[in-house]
């Protein structure tokens, strides 16, 4: 096989990360075997960075991947919290909030301007919670006089089926409610609901949104800088803010906030990487889940037509044709990527759109996380699936060397298999209170950068395999 062309090369694209210092305590802990797929090693230091060991070293001693609630602490979900409000006698939104757990009171954005139907503005931010994973938010209402003050906006993704439900608990009375799937919700969130949120580099009216010149990707204003001060030092003008967890750090116009208990902590890169992991991982269960033939029966060809979305020109077009007509076979029509997930029952528009409200906005699927985007977060589930049922392919990834190396940790990771089982592991498997455990103590700042760490360096052994398993031509 040929060298990988210019035109593939050009097609990288990197971003900047600010780099931070990781904090751990500086006793080593013995090495503990967890489980089966991760271990806990205490890690071992890379200057000032604490690394894993290995790609599947959590560093801190977990009794699981996704551990449970802490006695007398809410389970994060939607069940989880009803349950809680009926046996605490919960009345007030406040009361729900200053008994949520760790994770949830440091993982948050605030939020001026608003294109939901509650009201927010400078003196009262919306505060959206989006937890270590984002598989569990909450938006909450400061503004007294918002008609929907007493109304708590939740979203949970369902870890078995993948699919997003939006709920609404009710506290304008006596007694609280619990509102499913309300269809305010449609609105903004589509009929098959995923989260909004803005794009990396564009959070229209969230707190550090470009609005001050500075280095960073995320730059807060003076005015913001200016609010969250107050807020911190107890002026908040409404006790819903009182549940924060706020940083150590000295806030400055131009720089960024740092989420507090976090190795890494710019705030709004983390929010897209919790955000877009989740929604990611929906996606792919919903297709794995309510087309189980089908996407078996068409893996190759989605990774085919995925790298040709990621690198565009690699396929020729007999190799195109060949593609529509596996897409024509599964009752679909086209030649793209787009074309073959709606055979799956993902319509991109709807579903990778995070950044525009459902019915009132035209889409844009090129959400981005920082370094990748939601394609390439399905991507990357769909080939560690492939690798597990194919062991022909697995020993390919296998064969190929890890050269662009695992931000700040020399020789973590040998070959690509075991970068992908590292990122599989930080994005889609550690999770909950287990990953807020483990962010206190490091967090991989390019876990999501898939193309230039995946697929490109294993372009020229995948590529042939998969055109040669599936039977199309190899025309270039």
């Not at 052994?461 to 039977?471: D, E, N, Q, S």
Request: glycine share 8%; charged share 25%; aromatic share 8%.
């Amino acid at each position: 096989m040929k060298l990988i062309s210019s035109r593939i090369i050009s097609g990288l694209t990197f971003i900047i990360v600010l780099s931070c210092n990781s904090v751990t305590n500086e006793k080593k802990q013995s090495i503990v075997q967890s489980s089966d797929k991760y271990v806990s090693t205490g890690g071992k230091r890379n200057g000032k960075l604490l690394c894993p060991n290995t790609v599947n070293d959590v560093i801190v001693t977990l009794n699981s991947l996704d551990s449970q609630a802490k006695p007398g602490d809410p389970e994060m979900t939607i069940k989880g919290i009803l349950e809680f409000i009926q046996k605490n006698k919960i009345n007030t939104i406040p009361e729900l909030l200053n008994q949520l757990p760790a994770h949830y009171q440091n993982n948050f954005s605030l939020v001026e301007h608003t294109k939901g139907e509650g009201q927010s503005n400078l003196r009262f931010p919306r505060i959206v919670l989006f937890g270590p994973d984002g598989r569990f938010l909450m938006n909450i209402s400061t503004k007294p006089d918002d008609p929907k003050h007493d109304l708590l906006d939740c979203a949970e993704l369902n870890e078995e089926t993948g699919v997003w439900e939006f709920s609404q608990f009710d506290f304008t009375e006596e007694e609280p409610k619990l509102h499913r799937s309300p269809e305010s919700c449609i609105r903004c969130h589509g009929d098959k609901p995923r989260p909004v949120w803005g794009t990396n580099m564009d959070w229209p009216g969230v707190f550090g949104d470009n609005e001050a010149a500075g280095p960073n990707g995320e730059a807060l204003s003076y005015k913001h800088v200016l609010r969250m001060r107050e807020i911190i030092d107890g002026k908040t003008y409404s006790d819903r803010f009182d549940f924060l967890k706020w940083s150590d750090q000295k806030l400055s116009s131009g720089g960024i906030r740092r989420i507090a208990d976090h190795a890494f902590g710019a705030e709004l890169l983390i929010s897209n990487m919790a955000m877009g992991t989740a929604t990611a991982r929906g996606v792919f269960k919903r297709m794995k889940n309510e087309n189980p033939k089908k996407y078996k029966q068409t893996r190759e060809a989605l990774l085919l037509l995925g790298y040709e979305y990621m690198i565009n020109g690699i396929l020729s077009d007999n190799e195109k044709t060949s593609l529509e007509k596996v897409i024509e076979d599964h009752g679909g029509s086209g030649k793209t990527v787009d074309d073959l997930f709606l055979v799956l029952g993902i319509d991109t528009k709807e579903a990778f759109s995070l950044s525009t409200l459902a019915k009132e906005e035209p889409p844009k699927t090129n959400w981005s996380l920082g370094a990748g985007d939601l394609y390439e977060q399905v991507l990357l589930q769909i080939l560690h699936d492939l690798a597990i049922d194919d062991h022909a392919l697995n020993e390919l990834l296998i064969s190929v060397p890890n050269t662009p190396g695992i931000f700040g940790c020399k020789d973590l990771g040998k070959n690509i298999k075991e970068v992908i089982d590292f990122k599989m592991l930080h994005m889609h498997q550690l999770l909950g209170r287990s990953r807020y455990e483990v962010n206190k103590v490091y967090y991989s700042q390019d876990s999501e950068n898939i193309k230039a760490k995946v697929f490109v360096p294993a372009y020229e052994k995948i590529v042939p395999y998969l055109k040669k398993k599936i039977g199309i031509s190899n025309v270039l």
